[in-house]
Nanobody, 124 residues
Framework: VQLQASGGGLVQAGGSLRLSCTSS????????LAWFRQAPGKGREFVAV???????FYAPSLKGRFTISRENAKYTVNLQMNNLKPEDTAAYSC???????????????????WGPGTQVTVSS
């Protein structure tokens, strides 16, 4: 399975971006899909996950501003980011796993496949 994220860029604080991640896997609907981010000098941070049945979970600090969604027919998972803040600046990566649902969904180690990050920069 290969994942490819796109949609990053430079945006002013208060603006919006929509990230997309496309998978090469043809059993896409069976996968749990997530977004993580990593800012310079920091560890990888959980952003959001959408399960194979469409349940969503978010990092508490991001809930209300970010929305994760999936389009199984297009093998795509999206991340809509609104009211962006400078502290949202990071490389955003998508991840997937075919494992059954687990409370470990916010742990990078739970995922089997990763795509290269797409950079999001929010200016003040």
């Amino acid at each position: 399975v290969q994942l490819q994220a796109s949609g990053g860029g430079l945006v002013q604080a208060g603006g919006s971006l929509r990230l997309s991640c496309t998978s090469s896997g043809r059993t896409f609907s069976n996968y749990q899909l997530a977004w993580f981010r990593q800012a310079p000098g920091k560890g990888r941070e959980f952003v959001a996950v959408i399960t194979r049945v469409g349940r969503t979970f978010y990092a508490p600090s991001l809930k209300g501003r970010f929305t994760i969604s999936r389009e199984n027919a297009k093998y795509t998972v999206n991340l809509q980011m609104n009211n962006l803040k400078p502290e949202d600046t990071a490389a955003y990566s998508c991840a997937s796993t075919a494992k059954a649902y687990s409370s470990d969904f916010d742990s990078p180690g739970w995922y089997d496949y990763w795509g290269p990050g797409t950079q999001v920069t929010v200016s003040s």
